[in-house]
């Protein structure tokens, strides 16, 4: 069999894997295009050699794809170490208030995901009830209520003091998520220490976006199943990096 044939078909692994699982999602994409551009690397190795024009093309190519890939492996190294060192509540020191970002909401009920965020969440006020508690998220279109509010709720069905805790409900991104909250501390004179509560894949982001805002934080996470976590990993390389990108703009200009 051909070597690029055989290439071909160990590079495919993934792909199929990933389309099995998640079907013709973001992160299925995101490993097909990734998957061509490092077999287009391979199999133009030989070819590069013809002429000066052609090396220097290939050396361009193969710095920005040997970039790309550093990067995404530094980034996912990040996420796992922050969730090793934040899926516990003993880890965390003393902090004055928990923003909980949101996550989707079904009619009026908390998703699965929102559910294990706000679960952590109350696991670490059962520790420390004077903490003020911000719920940040607005509603999206195919949302009946804000985000917020439907946290808010199951914060007090499940016996967390309503008047601890605090609707930020304009946010649609995560960065709006710590923007926004970050006016209600200031407003309310409520402490400089935080702490930030969200999805294993998520916190990570969650965090450096508060550093770069000025944030003394701490962080929280609740734990996905390795499919989810897996596929929202993928996904924090892009947000990620628009994320940083956008919060040191707005921390530049304010």
Known sequence: MNKNIKLLIILSTPVILALIEWNFSFSTIFILVS???????????NASFKNRYTRIIYKT???????????????????????????????????????????????????????????????????????????????????IMTEALAMKNY??????????????????????????????????????????????????RGRFIASILGFDNEGLCSISSWSNRLYYMIREYPTSIIDLYRSIKFRLLN
């Open 61 to 143: 190519y193969k710095i920005i794809m040997m970039l790309f890939l550093i990067l995404f492996m530094i980034l996912q190294s990040a996420i796992l170490i922050n969730i090793y060192k934040t899926k516990d509540i003993d880890n965390i020191g003393k902090v004055d208030t928990m923003i909980i970002l949101g996550a989707k909401v079904n009619e009026n009920v908390v998703s699965k995901t929102l559910k294990l965020r706000l679960d952590k969440a109350i696991e670490y006020y059962h520790s420390n009830k004077d903490i003020n508690i911000i719920v940040s998220g607005g509603q999206g279109k195919d949302e």
């Open 155 to 204: 914060l007090v069905e499940n016996n967390v003091d309503e008047e601890k805790i605090i609707l930020e409900d304009k946010a649609t991104t995560t960065l709006e998520n710590i923007i926004f909250s970050k006016e209600i501390i200031g407003d309310l004179n409520l402490g400089d220490r935080i702490l930030i509560v969200t999805s294993d894949y998520h916190l990570f």
């Open 35 to 45: 998957i061509i551009l490092i077999y287009i690397l391979i199999i133009t190795r």
